[in-house]
C-alpha cells in the first residue's frame, strides 16, 4: 500500500523505521527529537522505549545492533554529548544490524542550552552524516541510513534541526517489508572487544571506510546537481536548500544530502564550472565551507551570513543583498506569554523558601531552571543535564565553612537518574557539605511529560519498578534524607533552613507530582478566590509567580483566575492576612 499523507519530520522518521525494518527504538526526551519514539509507539513491531540518558539509549541500540536486528536512537544535540563515549568505539566496532542516530539539533535554541552544530560530532567520531531537507527526505534518508549503515559497516547519523523536525510536507508512505531477518547470536570478538590490539586494526578499517563512503557518495543521487542560469553557483544542504531555493531561485546549486563525508570530486566538478560567485549556505558553523576552502575553491560563506541562530529567508536575503526582507505573516497578534511555572506547579515553593533563605542555588536542566526567573530568582548556575550536583560540590569546596552552607544544589528526579547519581556519588565520597533538592514530581516534565524510571511507567504506559529515591540515595551513601510536602510552605522553610546548617551532605526529596499528569493528581481541589475586605495590597502573594495570581491596579487588590487555579494552596499559606478563601468558605 503506498500512499501520500501530510508529517513533520519527526513523524516521517518514525514512519520509515517501520518501513525499514526496525526491531528496536530507544531514546531519551529532548526537544525538538521527543516526538520521534512517541510516534514509533504506533508501531507495535518495533520495541520502543525512553532510556534514562543518551548513552544508555545508544548502548541499549548498540546491543539490538549487535545481535542482527536493525535499531534507530534519537536524541536531541546535546544528547550525543551525554552518548558520545560508546559512539567513538562503536565507530571502530561497526554493527551488525543497521544502526541510524538521530541527532536533532536546535539553531536559535528555542528550548536548549546551547546551540551546537552536530555536523562536527559526525567528522570527529568519522561517522557518515545524512542531511534531510524536508519530510520526504526525513523518510527517505532515515531508510537509505540503514542500508548504508550494513553496506559499509558503520553507524550513521541522521541530522535534523527544530525546523525539519517540527515542520510538516507530504511524505510518500510504504509497507513494512513481510521477511526481517532474524536477529542471532554471532561471535566476532576481533571485531566487537575494542582492546587495543583490535582497535588499531579496526582504526584502519575506519579510515579506509570514510574514504569508500566519499567516493560512493559522489555518484549517489542525494547530492545532486540543479541546474540554474549559471552566473551563481550555491553549495548547500538541510534546510538552507529551502531558503536557497526561495531567494535564489536561478542560481546552479549542488545540494548535499549527505554532509559528511562530503561528495569532494563533485564539490570540484561544481566549482568548475567558474560561476561569477560561489556561495556556501549553511546553518551555524562553516562547516562544509572550511572544507570546500581547504579544497582550495574559493567560496563566500560565514562573511555574510551569522554564526548564530537558525537561517531564515529573510536572514538569507539580508545577509547576501541587504535591504528588505521578505514579508512574514505578522497578521495574527499572539499573546505575550512569558515563561514561568505552571499554576500549582510544586516547584513554586521551593524556590520561593530558596530565596528567603538567601540559597546559592545550582541549577540543572528542566521544567524547574524556571526558577531563575523573577520574582522567585532563585537559581545562580545552570550548565548542563546532571551537573547541579557537581556544582554544588565545586563550589563548596572553595568557599568558607560560613558560605558553604548557603550552597544548594535542585535536580528534577529524571535528570537525578539521568546523570545526577553520579555526582551525589561523589559528593559523598569526598565529603562534600553542600545541600541536595531532588524535586521528585514522578515525570519528565520539561519535554512533554514522559515517563522515567522514577515514574512507575514505561513508555507505553505499562506499569513497571518505580525507582525508590530515597533508597537510592542511601545506596550511594547519604545519611542525613528528608521528605517534604512543597505544598506545605511551613514544613518547607523548615525543612530547607535545617539541611543547609547542617554541616554534611543532606537529600531533600520534594515530593509532589507534576499537576499536569491526571494519573497522579488524584485529589480534587477546589480553586481559591481573594477576599477583598482582608486584602491589604501588601502583593506578597505575587512574589509566588503564580499565573493564576493577578493584580487589580484599579482596587489595588489582588485577584484569582479561577480558570486556571488548582487549588494548591499555596499561596493561602503566604498571605499573613487571611485573604486567599476557598469557595467553600463563602458561606
Known sequence: MDAKVLLSGNEAIARASYEA??????????????????????????????????KVALEVGIGASFGGARAIVTMKHVGVNVAADPLFTLSYTGVRGGLVLVTADDPELHSSQNEQDNRNFAKFAKVPMFEPSDSQEALDYTKLAFAV??????????????????SKSVVNIAERPKEI??????????????????????????????????????????????DGAGEVGVITSGVSYQYVKEILPEADVLKIGMVYPLPKQLIRDFAARNHQTLYVIEELDPFIEEQVRAMGIKVVGKEKLSLCGELTPGRLQQGLFGGSVPTEDTSAELPQRPPNMCPGCPHRGIFMELNRAKA??????????????????????????????????????????EEQRKVVAVIGDSTFLHTGINGLMDMVYNQSTAT???????????????????????????????????QLCRAVGVKNIRIIDPYNISLTRKTIREEMARPEVSVIISSRPCVLVPRDNLERRSPLYVDHDKCTGCQACLRLGCPAITWDSDKKKSNIDKIICVGCKVCQQTCGFGAFQEYGDQS
Not at 391 to 400: F, H, Q, W, Y
Not at 449 to 466: C, D, V
Open 360 to 401: 546559592y542555588v545550582t541549577g540543572d536542566i528542566g521544567c524547574y531552571t524556571l526558577g531563575f526567573m523573577p520574582p522567585l530568582s532563585a537559581m545562580d548556575t545552570c550548565v548542563c543535564m546532571g551537573a547541579s550536583i557537581g556544582n554544588a560540590t565545586g563550589i563548596s569546596k572553595v568557599l568558607s565553612a
Open 436 to 470: 541536595v533538592i531532588i524535586l521528585d514530581n514522578r515525570i519528565t516534565a520539561m519535554t512533554g511529560r514522559q515517563e522515567n524510571p522514577a515514574s512507575g511507567y514505561t513508555l507505553s504506559e505499562q506499569p513497571t519498578y518505580q525507582v525508590d529515591l530515597e
Open 149 to 166: 549503515s550494513e553496506q559499509f559497516d558503520t553507524p550513521v547519523f541522521l541530522r535534523s534541526t527544530t525546523r525539519i523536525s517540527h
Open 21 to 54: 525494518g526496525v526491531l528496536v527504538a530507544c531514546a531519551y526526551p529532548g526537544t525538538p527529537s521527543t516526538e520521534i519514539l512517541e510516534n514509533i509507539t504506533r508501531y507495535k513491531e518495533i520495541d520502543a522505549s525512553w532510556a534514562p540518558n543518551e
Open 181 to 226: 531477518p532474524q536477529p542471532k547470536l554471532s561471535r566476532d570478538p576481533a571485531k566487537l572487544v575494542m582492546l587495543p590490539g583490535n582497535a588499531r586494526k579496526r582504526h584502519v578499517v575506519v579510515e579506509q571506510r570514510i574514504k569508500d563512503l566519499e567516493e560512493w557518495s559522489c555518484s549517489q543521487p542525494f547530492n545532486r546537481i540543479e
